[in-house]
């Protein structure tokens, strides 16, 4: 199976930037469309954005499109979600989460999952 390892979370003040990784354990990583979603404190896990396995094509959320920017290096087996013009209610845990289908951006389609990382937007 594969392990994904999320990095890069912390405590930013709103407008500012911040970028996560996700490690995968395999090579076979370049198989899988890759996935961030996020859960914020007393809120539902919702997704945020998703690349697939070539990086060719991208899918994101409304609320984050055109702040938020998802991208992979499969050489590297990691996947990258640059976070600019950051808000209070972007405050969640992030999870890296892998596909072997494609670009379905559903919790339920995911075959693995990260344990997430923190982020929190200071006003």
């Known amino acids: 199976q594969v392990q994904l390892i999320e990095s890069g979370g912390g405590l930013v003040q709103a407008g500012g930037s911040l970028r996560l990784s996700c490690a995968a354990s395999?090579?076979?990583?370049?198989?899988?469309?890759m996935n961030w979603f996020r859960q914020a404190p007393g809120k539902e896990r919702e997704f945020v954005a998703a690349?697939?396995?070539?990086?060719?094509?991208?899918l994101y959320a409304n609320s984050v499109k055109g702040r938020f920017t998802i991208s992979r290096d499969n050489a590297k087996n990691t996947v990258y979600l640059q976070m600019n013009s950051l808000k209070p209610e972007d405050t969640a845990v992030y999870y890296c989460?892998?596909?072997?289908?494609?670009?379905?951006?559903?919790?339920?389609?995911?075959?693995?999952w990260g344990k997430g990382t923190l982020v929190t937007i200071s006003s």
């Open positions: 395999r090579r076979t990583f370049s198989n899988y469309a």
């Open positions: 690349i697939s396995s070539s990086g060719g094509n991208t």
């Open positions: 989460a892998a596909d072997a289908k494609y670009l379905t951006g559903v919790a339920g389609s995911m075959d693995y």
